[in-house]
Structure formats: structure tokens, C-alpha cells
């Protein structure tokens, strides 16, 4: 019995010992410091560094079909980053984000065959063009949020499928639809930049304005627009106390989401030389709202991931002879996780280098 | 000053505010009375919220029912609410700076009022840490501090003291009797805590069942023996 008693003890001893080393490990392991403030100056420098080095993977690696793939998934992640602007800053649901993307390639077709103006206007345009549209289509958020904004902004963009497959896009023929006569060959593709006529020089391209695209978002999420979206979304009422225009923040908001949507579309416009109504399917803006989930809506790196995802699985399916809609399944089994851990991918690798960041400058203070 | 004559709101069938007569002119007043009593519909009426049936309010020779919510925060008018609601993704100083932004003159003065505000509540260590990691203290400050900012007129404080412990109550009395005379501004300031209230405030308006039950210098309306019944629970 006494031994018994004293094993028991021993036991219990080192069970409690185990306990608290774990417990000293654990907190050594992740010391509860407040993150040190990541400046502006060092955000810039690893949005330029992380697209810039897997930019420069892709163009060195990868041809023809995956170049071209990866082409289109950063034009997706600039409307996965439109997307995560209107729900990150103001917990508003768009699903119609594709059909802005639409838009803007409609636009720029139109603008290209009507005038030929230089390739940075004609993408301009573009966001311009769905950048007004995006306003518009906003409205409705104005007076409802949620599902029910969720579900107008779905329609919204079924409407577009069926007007686009009605009108299609601009061809170079003659009237405001720019459509041909039945000939095919009539047909005017829209031209590149000279600089960027190959398509490892157009993906580059591409590269640089989704950077330009997300400076364009992060500045305003850091500024003064920024701060009234964060108000606004805490609360409508502290925020119209604090003498914010919601109406004209909420407008701008739709209305930078529709712009960087525009510049995709006139992007993808640019990269196939024209476009087809079939490429603007409905479902794409409910995918698009799943990546923008799936990669964290808070951090610009998340619509980045999220954006590279949505494009990155359906090509994969394709490239290993694969039913593209088994692509469904696994972005609605990868949103299960994304709603087990809202911060998404990009929200837990952002933790994680700024984990990294403070260990650094801890180290290096004297 | 705010002169406030037969405002009547109505929900449905029920009267919040019941013709409430009241003027409050000492720098600091108080706003008590039991759950229920129309204390926060009076502010939601002040500061736009809830359009009243029946009534004016002048804000010192303003019409203030014929204005905007936004118009009344351009005219000086500021207020904090019952629940604190700093967003805890933006610093101490950005929550107050989102203010600024929109009823300072410009940059300029937006930047000195953000500095003065954040000394004057006590933040000035903590102007940079996120609001997640504020406690309620200092997120109550935040609070005070963001209407501080862009020449407030009158300051309508929502039970500022609720949940603070009482060493902080005491920092924050002094800090609210500080108010009026830093910022050239009225301060209203409605809450539970009567002992606040009695510390603080030169007038009180007791109401109760949207009624005005008694209005005047503070000590005398508490002792008055139909606040203490109504209110206070005892005689």
C-alpha cells in the first residue's frame, strides 16, 4: 500500500512538473508582446517583394497555358481585392464583382475600337466605366445589408450575364454595340502595349498594375477614407455622430471595388485581344467572394492568395483532364476552413511575418 | 445652452417623451432617472436619431430639430453612447484622428486637436496601440477624447462611468469636471451613478416615465424626497 501510495505520488509529481514546463515552453514559444507597427514604408516593400518574387517564378517557369492562366488569376485578384474591400471595410456582401470585371472589359473594348487611344487609357477607361456601374449597383446598399444585399447584388450580376450574351462585346464593327456582320473574319482584336506584346512581358505587365491596384486599395484603407469605413461599420449611427457622409463613403467605396474590377476586365481584354459573354458566367462572382474568404479579407496578401486560388484550382482541374466542377467541391470544402479561421490564409501568414518582424527587431535592439 | 420645450416622441403606442419641458444652462448637467425613463431617446432626440412628434429644442439660438444629424455635429453638438464603440482594428489615436478627419478645420488644426484631446484624457502612451488591446478605461477615454475634437458646443455623455471600477470612477470625475472650462463647451452628462452625478453636475433633470419628475441645483433635486422615492428607492 505504501509503495503504492509513493508511485502515485512520483506520478503526480511529474505530471505537475511536465505541466509546467509546458506551460514555460509555451509562453516562451509565443511571448504575449504587442506586434510592432508595421509602417507604411515596410508594407510597401513586401507587397512589391512578394508579388515581385512570384512574379518573377511564374515568368521564368511557366509558358503558354499557365502563363496565361496566371495572367488571369492576377486580373482575378484585383477583383478579389475589390471584393474584400467592401466586406473587410464594411462588412458588405458583392457578388457581383465578375460582372463588374465585365463591365469594365466591355468598356474598354468599346473605347479601344472607338477612338484607339493609347493602352493605358483604354484600361483606364475601363475602370472608370465599372467604377460608375459598381456606384450604381451599390445603391441598394445604401438601405439593405446581408443577405438580402447579398442576394440584389447576385441578380445584378445575373442581369449582366443575360445583356451580355444579348449585346456581346465590341468587335470593331459599326454602331455603339460594335458588333460584326456574319463574317467572323471582321473581327479586330484589341492590341497590347508595344512593351508588353509577348506574353510573358503582358504577364509583367499584369504584374505591375495589380501592384499599382493594391498601393491604390491599401492607401485608401490607411487614409482617411479608411477610418469612416471603420466607423461606419462598427456602427452607422456612431459614425453619422462622428459627422461621417455615409452615403458618400459607402458610394466610394462601390465605387474603388468597381474601379480595380474595371481594370481586370480591361486587362483580360487586353490579354485574349477581345472577349466572350460566356467567360462571365454568374457563378464567377460567388467564387470570387469564396477566394476573397479562403484568402482573409482584412490584409492585401489575402486577396492576393485568394485571387491566385479562384484561378490557379479550375486550371489545375483542366491541365490534369479533371470535371472543372469538382473545382465547387473544393472551394466549398476550403470555405468550411475559411469560416472556421476568418482571417483566411493571408491573415494567418501576415501574423506570422509579423511574428517574425518583432523577433527580428527584438533582436537587433541593443 | 439647450432649451428644451413639449418634446413628445412617440413609438407606437408607447410615449418615451411625454411633453418634457427643460433648459440646461450650468456648464455641467446631469440626466438621471430609472431604466425606461426616455434618458437615452432624449439624447437619440438631441443628436438626430429620433425625430420627436411634438416640440423644439433650442441648441444655444439653434433650432436644432430642423437640422441633419451631421449638421448637428457641424454646429458643435458631440456624443458618446451607452455601449463604448472604439474599433479595436484602429489605434487610439486613429479612432480619435476618424473624427477629425470630418469636423476639424483642416489637417492642421485636425492634427493639434487629435494631440491636445489625447493629453488632455491621458493617452498619450497608449496614442499607438491597437483599440483591441485598450482596456475599458482607456477605451472610455477614447470615447471622451473623440468628442473633444473640432470645437465641441455641447457634449452629451451616455453613462460614460458604466463598468468602471472605482479609482477609475475618480479619474474620471476629474477628467469630466475639467471639461467645460479646457474646451469652452456644456457638458450633459446622463448615468446611474448618482454619486457622480452629485459630484459633477451644478443641475439635474430627473425623468421618469418620460415625465419630468424635478429639475434644479443637483443636491436639492436628490434630496428631493419624490426623486428618492422614484428613483433612489427610498424616502
Redesign the interface.
Known amino acids: 500500500m505504501t509503495e503504492i501510495s509513493e508511485t502515485k505520488i512520483i506520478e503526480t509529481e511529474i505530471i505537475k512538473t511536465e505541466i509546467t514546463e509546458t506551460e514555460v515552453t509555451r509562453i516562451t514559444v509565443f511571448p504575449p508582446t ?1 506586434p510592432a ?1 508595421i509602417t507604411p514604408g515596410i508594407r510597401a516593400v513586401a507587397i512589391v517583394a512578394v508579388v515581385g518574387v512570384v512574379s518573377g517564378v511564374i515568368a521564368a517557369t511557366c509558358g503558354g497555358y499557365w502563363l496565361s492562366n496566371f495572367t488571369q488569376a492576377y486580373c482575378m485578384v484585383m477583383a478579389v481585392l475589390g471584393c474584400a474591400l467592401l466586406y473587410g471595410q464594411l462588412g458588405l456582401v458583392s457578388l457581383c464583382q465578375w460582372a463588374l470585371v465585365g463591365v469594365g472589359g466591355w468598356v474598354s473594348l468599346r473605347v479601344y475600337h472607338y477612338i484607339h487611344p493609347p493602352f493605358f487609357v483604354t484600361i483606364l477607361a475601363g475602370g472608370v466605366g465599372a467604377s460608375m456601374i459598381g456606384m450604381i449597383w451599390g445603391l441598394p446598399a445604401l438601405r439593405m445589408r446581408g443577405l438580402y444585399l447579398a442576394l440584389v447584388t447576385l441578380m445584378l450580376a445575373a442581369a449582366f450575364q443575360t445583356l451580355v450574351f444579348v449585346i456581346s462585346f465590341p468587335v470593331g464593327g459599326p454602331g455603339f454595340l460594335g458588333q460584326v456582320g456574319a463574317s467572323g473574319n471582321d473581327r479586330i482584336n484589341m492590341a497590347r502595349p508595344i512593351f508588353a506584346s509577348s506574353d510573358t512581358a503582358y504577364f509583367l505587365f499584369v504584374a505591375v498594375v495589380t501592384v499599382l491596384c493594391i498601393f491604390l486599395v491599401e492607401a485608401h484603407r490607411r487614409t ?1 477614407p479608411g ?2 469605413w ?2 461606419i ?3 452607422e ?2 459614425a ?6 455615409i452615403v458618400f463613403y459607402k458610394a466610394w467605396a462601390f465605387a474603388l471595388s468597381g474601379f480595380v474590377a474595371g481594370i481586370a476586365g480591361a486587362l483580360l481584354a487586353g490579354l485574349f485581344g477581345q472577349l466572350d459573354a460566356s467567360a462571365f458566367p454568374t457563378t464567377n462572382s460567388i467564387v470570387i467572394f469564396i477566394g476573397t474568404l479562403l484568402g482573409g479579407y ?1 490584409v492585401w496578401l489575402g486577396a492576393f492568395l485568394g485571387g491566385l486560388l479562384t484561378r490557379f484550382i479550375p486550371a489545375l482541374l483542366i491541365d490534369l483532364n479533371v470535371n472543372t466542377n469538382v473545382g465547387f467541391m473544393i472551394f466549398g470544402a476550403a470555405l468550411l476552413f475559411a469560416l472556421r479561421d476568418p482571417l483566411g490564409l493571408g491573415g494567418q501568414l501576415t501574423i506570422l511575418a509579423e511574428r517574425l518582424y518583432d523577433k527580428f527587431q527584438a533582436q537587433r535592439a541593443p | 445652452m439647450i432649451k428644451i420645450d413639449a418634446l413628445t416622441v412617440q413609438f407606437g403606442g408607447i410615449t418615451p417623451l411625454d411633453a418634457l419641458d427643460a433648459e440646461f444652462v450650468a456648464p455641467i448637467c446631469g440626466l438621471i432617472g430609472p431604466n425606461g425613463a426616455g434618458k437615452t431617446t432624449l439624447v437619440n432626440v438631441l443628436s438626430g436619431f429620433v425625430t420627436p412628434v411634438a416640440g423644439t429644442i433650442l441648441l444655444n439660438d439653434t433650432l436644432l430639430l430642423a437640422l441633419s444629424p451631421r449638421h448637428r455635429v457641424g454646429i458643435g453638438l458631440r456624443r458618446t453612447f451607452q455601449q463604448e464603440l472604439v474599433v479595436d482594428e484602429l489605434t487610439a489615436m486613429e479612432n480619435i484622428q476618424a473624427i477629425a478627419d470630418h469636423v476639424s478645420a483642416d489637417r492642421t488644426s485636425a492634427r493639434r486637436e487629435v494631440d491636445a484631446a489625447v493629453n488632455f484624457v491621458g493617452l498619450s502612451e497608449r496614442r499607438n496601440t491597437r483599440g483591441r488591446q485598450l482596456n475599458l478605461f482607456e477605451r472610455r477615454m477614447v470615447e471622451i477624447a473623440k468628442t473633444l475634437i473640432g470645437r465641441p458646443k455641447v457634449i452629451l455623455m451616455d453613462e460614460p462611468g458604466a463598468g468602471l471600477n472605482e479609482s477609475e470612477t475618480e479619474r474620471l470625475r476629474r477628467l469630466l469636471v475639467e471639461i467645460p472650462r479646457a474646451f469652452a463647451c456644456q457638458l450633459v452628462l446622463i448615468d446611474h451613478d448618482a454619486d457622480l452625478i452629485a459630484s459633477v453636475c451644478a443641475e439635474t433633470l430627473v425623468l421618469d416615465f418620460g415625465k419630468r419628475l424635478a429639475m434644479g441645483q443637483t443636491r436639492a433635486v436628490l434630496d428631493d424626497p419624490v426623486v428618492r422615492r422614484a428613483y433612489l428607492g427610498r424616502e
Request: no cysteine.
Open positions: 504587442v507597427e482617411k477610418r469612416a471603420a466607423l461599420r462598427k456602427s449611427q456612431m453619422v455622430a462622428s459627422g461621417v457622409r482584412d
